[in-house]
């Protein structure tokens, strides 16, 4: 197995859904920024990544909704029956300049990473993760659905058994939608009880392919830590994959603004160093994340853990300056000086909270699930 492969692009700088929507932060490129910085990106390991033509996103979206998003960006505007259709033009997602563009290029990296997997192998693309995307309309601020597109692409290559694991703290409904009752297919699914979308509910099995976990609000690496190890590394082991991708949103931490969970990212860096010994080909994938220094911070920690590099206690004055350099007119009061110093979270552990316990037992009587 050769070195972790970096997917990334020019088209995540200075793109923006707009200066009052949650993505009107960089995180792509703060990620990438800061891997460089610290030596860990070097050339024959970055890939950049296509943007997927319209029939390639065909093998899960109606042409019909390809064609409104193009027309959308071409005309910069769209009617009310787009709108309604669609789910273009609204609060969630705005018409913007590159609305087909930077989506299609998250979706051409995932596209990307199963041909780079055909054989083995680590890729990290941070641009994806877009998992609310409907086959025909956007949701959730995702135009496309890159990693059901991912999976598709695995599928064609002749693979059977795909794990799907996605720990972002809003559910996964786009990919569970399209994998209901899907043979070979595995979703496992942690996100916090009563988020939007409000879908995933413990009893949800989507055909038989799904385990959701509900996070308890608050939930902290203690709670994460038992569903990693109790429920999800179980359940991956046990179903024997080909292929595991890994939605790794950084909208858990304690301090994004559209979640109320409380992980450090000491809990995503862990779910991603187990899971990669489950499989030959590991797939991970960025996600939710409105917090321009945590998002940044976990990923380029997230390309560290997949490659092996330590992380230091402090990081040196190169990226350092990255950090410092970031605005963001969500921020309240003073900015905590690690977001700038250091990569790593201070654990925020303890014991499992009682519905957390209650839920893993449940799940864990379903054994059924589990071979």
């Known amino acids: 197995m050769g070195a972790p492969l970096y ?7 200075g793109s923006s859904y ?3 929507h949650p993505l009107s932060i960089p995180r792509v490129p703060t990620a990438t920024d800061l891997c460089s910085a610290m030596g860990w990106l070097p050339r024959g390991q970055f890939h950049n990544s296509p943007r997927a033509r319209p029939a390639a996103l065909t093998a899960f979206h109606t042409p019909g909704y390809i064609a409104a998003l193009q027309a959308a960006e071409a005309a910069g505007h ?3 029956a787009t709108r309604l259709r669609h789910g273009l033009g609204t609060l969630s997602n705005p018409v913007f300049t590159e609305m087909f563009r930077r989506p299609a290029t998250a979706a051409g990296g995932s596209i990307l990473a199963a041909d780079l997997l055909a054989d083995g192998g680590i890729v990290f693309n941070p641009g994806g993760g877009t998992h609310h995307g409907q086959a025909d309309h956007a949701s959730g601020f995702c135009y496309l659905n890159d990693p059901v597109l991912a999976i598709r692409a695995l599928q064609a290559r002749g693979l059977h058994r795909i794990a799907y694991v996605d720990i972002d703290a809003h559910h996964c409904d786009g990919v569970e939608a399209a994998l209901h009752g899907v043979e070979g297919a595995l979703l496992i699914s942690t996100h916090e009880e009563g988020r939007w979308p409000f879908t995933g509910a413990l009893e949800d099995r989507a055909g038989g392919v799904a385990v959701n976990l509900p996070l308890p609000r608050g939930a902290h690496d203690g709670d994460f830590a038992l569903a990693l190890h109790e429920v999800i590394l179980p359940c991956v082991a046990a179903h024997r994959p080909e292929a595991v991708i890994l939605q790794c949103g950084a909208d858990a931490v304690a301090e994004d603004p559209l979640a109320r969970l409380s992980l450090s990212n000491n809990a995503h860096w862990q779910a991603v160093a187990l899971l990669r010994t489950l499989t030959p080909r590991f797939l991970v994938l960025g996600g939710g994340g ?11 920690g997230v390309w560290a853990v997949l490659n092996g590099h330590e992380i230091p206690n402090r990081l040196p004055p190169p990226a350092r300056r990255i950090l410092d350099g970031l605005t963001w007119t969500r921020q309240r009061g003073e900015r905590p000086p690690h977001l700038v110093e250091t990569l790593r979270d201070i654990p925020r552990d303890g014991p499992p909270n009682d519905t957390m316990r209650t839920r893993v037992n449940h799940l864990r009587n379903r054994r059924k699930l589990w071979v």
């Open 78 to 80: 769209v009617n009310d």
């Open 7 to 13: 997917i990334g692009s020019e088209i995540y700088r």
């Open 290 to 300: 409105y917090n321009p220094w945590t998002v940044g911070r976990l990923w380029a």
């Open 18 to 20: 707009g200066p009052r």
